[in-house]
T-cell receptor, first 115, second 111 residues
Framework: ETGVTQTPRHLVMGMTNKKSLKCEQH?????MYWYKQSAKKPLELMFV???????ENNSVPSRFSPECPNSSHLFLHLHTLQPEDSALYLC??????????????FGEGSRLTVL | SQQGEEDPQALSIQEGENATMNCSYK?????LQWYRQNSGRGLVHLIL?????REKHSGRLRVTLDTSKKSSSLLITASRAADTASYFC???????????FGEGTQLTVNP
């Protein structure tokens, strides 16, 4: 147990569906992240939230919509996805300092398949 | 091109042998971190080495950092089948950008 919980672990959706991924951290960290992991590619940082405020959006398509209602919860809302969006989506948290990311604690990931 | 690149991409060894993985990066860094990922699972932090450190140990792990060569190595001694996983390096650049991960080394330890 890393203290970061992701649900669901597996998700299959059609291109017209709307679904959400959920992440919860029990570590008291101030920052939360969404990463995308595709086969044979480095982890891609998608979004960063610090104290509920979005501090980074790495040119992610608008069909991915993050939400951070508080510093312990992070959602990724999905709509009208494409098959190439199939990947493992990883949530992470850390205790950020001034200009310092620190050690990331990852959840187990949500394996998304878009048909 | 990416910041961190691991070498080799894949490594297969026998139990009891040592495994060495290398990471090269391009820009100045505050720290470099190594993570492990079992198939289909999340990443687990192994060790962080700061730019002013040259070597760090944690159990069977030994990490070195050479900032003049912009490279790091991860040594796993007396490997076990349970060490089979992908290993990633991640760099935190002095520019303040977020952690950047490499593509990883797939380590297979045969019993």
């Amino acid at each position: 147990e890393t203290g970061v919980t992701q649900t669901p672990r597996h998700l299959v959706m059609g291109m017209t569906n709307k679904k959400s991924l959920k992440c919860e951290q029990h570590l008291g960290h101030n920052a939360m992240y969404w990463y995308k992991q595709s086969a044979k590619k480095p982890l891609e940082l998608m979004f960063v939230y610090n104290f509920k405020e979005q501090t980074e959006n790495n040119s992610v398509p608008s069909r991915f919509s993050p939400e951070c209602p508080n510093s312990s919860h992070l959602f990724l809302h999905l709509h009208t996805l494409q098959p190439e969006d199939s990947a493992l989506y990883l949530c992470a948290s850390s205790q950020e300092g001034s200009g310092f990311t620190g050690e990331l604690f990852f959840g187990e990931g949500s394996r998304l398949t878009v048909l | 091109s990416q910041q961190g690149e691991e070498d080799p991409q894949a490594l297969s060894i026998q139990e009891g042998e040592n495994a060495t993985m290398n990471c090269s990066y391009k820009t100045s860094i505050n720290n470099l971190q190594w993570y492990r990922q079992n198939s289909g699972r999340g990443l687990v932090h192994l060790i962080l080495i700061r730019s002013n450190e040259r070597e760090k140990h944690s159990g069977r792990l030994r990490v070195t950092l050479d900032t003049s060569k912009k490279s790091s190595s991860l040594l796993i001694t007396a490997s076990r089948a349970a060490d089979t996983a992908s290993y990633f390096c991640a760099t935190e650049e002095t520019s303040g950008s977020r952690l950047t991960f490499g593509e990883g080394t797939q380590l297979t330890v045969n019993p």
